[in-house]
């Protein structure tokens, strides 16, 4: 029951966090008063760091074999969304704005395309299992007197279009806004490229541990860029 409610907070803490992102990306991160470049670099830059080594750090199978000595295995990823919505928070909360405008158009429809993006990340996270994404299916399934089974592989849905749908949904929303800010510019020029680096390791241990041919399925489908799906090839 300790495990599952754990998992709850960290959902709401997930959900909280998403919903300050979004106001965040919208225009807040702009607001704030205005500090040396100096430190605002800096205070940015850190903050930006942080989250990028949380997830990169958390995600490997080989921390994750250190962290569930210390606490049971159904709550190891609730731990992750937990520690990633508070840094998130952190990265919202603390984060030093650079108002000069690289480019400002009164192109309102470009609000349209930032929604979409959202609407593809939260899409994409029901494409595979939001429940076990978000890890609520890791807590669930012990408190039911179940054994917890991961989700398999899917090449359906948005996944038959694109290898990475939540990537380019987030790359959609860090880029969509009609007026870009030079902090707003450092954090999608950042944020894109932790995106494109993570994507290199996550399909490392895709092609590690899954026991689909996920080389077939690099070849046929897309990373980022969606196309109609193509046939699987027979031997």
Known sequence: ?????????????????????????AGGIDAGPERPWGVTLAVDSGLLLAFALQHSVMARAGFKRRLTRLIPASAERSTYVLVASLLLVALV?????????VWDVDQEWIWGIYGAGWILVVWSTFGVD?????????????????????????ERRL???????????????????????????????????????GIRYEERDLRRHL???YDDYAR??????????????RE
């Open 1 to 25: 029951m300790f495990i599952l409610g754990y998992a709850v907070v960290a959902y709401a803490a997930f959900l909280l966090s998403s919903a300050w992102a979004i106001v965040f990306l």
């Open 93 to 101: 909360g603390f984060w030093q704005p650079l108002p000069a405008v």
């Open 130 to 154: 939001h429940a076990d994404f978000l890890g609520l299916k890791q807590a669930w399934a012990p408190w039911r007197g179940r054994s917890y089974q991961p989700p398999e592989f899917t």
């Open 159 to 197: 996944y038959a279009w694109l290898r990475h749908p939540m990537m380019l949904g987030l790359t959609i929303t860090f880029w969509a806004t009609p007026h870009m800010s030079v902090g707003h510019l450092l954090f999608a020029l950042s944020s894109t490229g932790y995106l494109l680096v």
């Open 211 to 213: 026991t689909v041919d």
């Open 220 to 233: 046929r489908v897309p990373a980022l860029v969606p196309r109609p799906p193509r046939a699987r090839v």
